[in-house]
C-alpha cells in the first residue's frame, strides 16, 4: 500500500508542480482558462503557492504521514473548488480537476491505510 501512495503523491506532485510553475510564470493558455472561470488575476499567486505547498506537502508525506494526509486533503478541497468553478462557469471541461482530486482522494486513503 506504501508504494501505490508513493507512486500517486510524485505524480500528484509532479503536476502540482508543473501546474504552479506555469501559473507563476503566467503562462497564456493557463492564465486565459482562470480567467474565462472568473478567476481574478491578483489570485493566481496565490493558487499557484497552494499548488506548490500541496506537491511539497505530498513528498513530506513520504516521511511523515501526517503531513501527506493534510496536503491530500488540501489538495482534494482545491480540486474540488477547481470542479465547482468550472460548472458555475458552464464550462464542463472538468475531466482534469476530476481526474486530480480523485487522485488526491486515493492519496488520502492509502496514507491513512499505511500510516
Known amino acids: ?5 508513493a507512486v500517486i503523491a510524485v505524480v500528484l506532485a509532479l503536476a502540482l508542480s508543473t501546474s504552479a510553475f506555469l501559473t507563476f510564470t503566467r503562462n497564456e493558455k ?5 480567467a474565462e472561470l472568473g478567476v ?11 499548488k506548490a505547498a500541496g506537491a511539497a506537502g505530498l513528498l ?18 482545491y480540486f474540488l473548488g477547481a470542479v465547482v468553478a468550472h460548472v458555475r462557469a458552464h464550462d464542463y471541461a472538468i475531466a482534469p480537476a476530476v481526474v486530480l482530486g480523485l487522485a488526491a ?11
Not at 106 to 112: F, G, K, M, Q
Request: positive net charge; without cysteine; hydrophobic residues 75%.
Open 105 to 115: 482522494v486515493a492519496a488520502v486513503v492509502l496514507r491513512i491505510a499505511t500510516a
Open 60 to 77: 513530506i508525506g513520504l516521511v511523515v504521514p501526517v503531513i501527506g494526509v493534510a496536503a491530500a486533503v488540501g489538495v482534494a478541497l
Open 1 to 5: 500500500m506504501f508504494i501505490a501512495y
Open 30 to 34: 493557463l492564465v486565459g482558462g482562470f
Open 40 to 50: 481574478p488575476d491578483a489570485l493566481l499567486p496565490r493558487l499557484a503557492l497552494a
